[in-house]
């Protein structure tokens, strides 16, 4: 057989036909290939979004503990102050102490008021 006669038996071969094929056969297994991987990273993207969600509220409630017990210092602290206030008030009120300041500024107690009647002072008017 001549070299002439062999390529003359052979069949034609298709380049383009057999490189499309090719990626024909390529082309599911990369789309599969390409959804694989943007389901990875949906799924990768999703854990460490909730992972930034559980920190944010984690934190959230720590602070807000945080704030709480400071709150409840300053709470009692005000408490405590107000009590001694009002035992002060307590005792700038007492009848005895401001009689004893009136004596030291030398005022006396009278015995009797005079009240004018206001009636004729209304009539006046």
């Known amino acids: 057989m001549t070299a ?11 380049v383009s036909a057999t490189r499309s094929s090719r990626r024909a056969r ?11 991987f943007a389901a990875a990273s949906a ?12 920190l944010a509220g984690s934190t959230g409630v720590s602070s807000g503990g945080y704030e709480a017990q400071r709150l ?20 700038l009120a007492a009848p005895a102490r401001i009689e004893t300041e009136a ?15 206001a009636v004729p002072l209304a009539a006046r008017r």
């Not at 409840?72 to 005792?91: C, I, T």
């Not at 004596?103 to 009647?117: E, H, K, N, Q």
């Open 4 to 14: 002439l006669a062999f390529a003359a038996s052979r069949r034609p071969v298709r």
């Open 43 to 54: 799924a990768i993207v999703s854990a460490f979004v909730l992972a930034l969600a559980y």
């Open 26 to 36: 390529r082309a599911p297994a990369a789309a599969w290939e390409i959804r694989s």
């Open 72 to 91: 409840q210092g300053q709470r009692d602290e005000l408490r405590r102050q107000n009590a001694l206030l009002e035992l002060e008030v307590a005792k």
């Open 103 to 117: 004596r030291r500024l030398g005022l006396v107690r009278l015995s009797f008021i005079p009240v004018v009647d």
